[in-house]
């Protein structure tokens, strides 16, 4: 059974009892926290190996919990699963942005974020090999976990970091969408996840990298490659 301690910020108590109720099934450890004040301190103190995070929150609003978190040298390694509204899509872009590591919008199944739950904290235990990746100006240390573009270091989310890598390993191959959520978020085909997941972190990603953005390909019909000699 699962033993990681995650954190759920959410005022709205059905919610916040029903995503509580299933992931202790699960065997996790739950704390909870109904207002962003109280959540943001719990999440500095016990430092959980995830957080659950509602945008629309009383006194201290989900962006700016994860704007604080992410630039904070003690918190900054938290993975966040923010949970939406249908229809925020600038909220999402902009969690996103702030180093949010995925989302989940109202209202959600609780399989699907258990899913979601489980792939996040999975790609976090992986260790990776002690290998240097380059192309370009673009460096990708997997064993630092780290991303320079011209000797500067880049911060990406734990996803943008997968994806990434992901695609300088298949060394020039297309890549679906739906193998990148599979070997990126671990997502079951049969949970119906929005392949735009995938658009919107390449994206993201292609402005972070900057002058090596252009490497990040769209095929048309087909998804995504990562030109090593641009």
Known sequence: MAQEKILIIEDEKNILELVKYNLE????????????????EKARREKPALLILDLMLP????????KILKNNEDTCHIPIIMLTAKGEEIDKVLGLELGADDYVTKPFSP??????????????EEKPLGTL???GTLELDLDKYMIRVKSKP?????KEYELLRTLIQARGRVLSREHLLDQVWG??????????????????????????????????????????DA
């Open 25 to 40: 099934r699960e065997g996790y450890r739950v704390s909870t926290a109904a207002s962003g004040d109280l959540g943001l």
């Open 133 to 135: 990746l380059k192309s």
């Open 111 to 124: 399989k699907e974020l258990i899913a979601r739950v489980k792939a996040v904290l999975r790609r976090r």
């Open 59 to 66: 006194e201290l609003g989900g962006l700016e919990i994860c």
């Open 154 to 158: 880049v911060h990406l989310t734990s």
């Open 187 to 228: 997502y079951d085909p049969s949970f119906n996840i929005e392949t735009r997941t995938v658009d919107m972190h390449i994206g993201q990603l292609r402005k972070k990298i900057k002058s090596e953005g252009h490497r990040i390909v769209t095929v048309k019909n087909a998804g995504y490659r990562f030109d090593l």
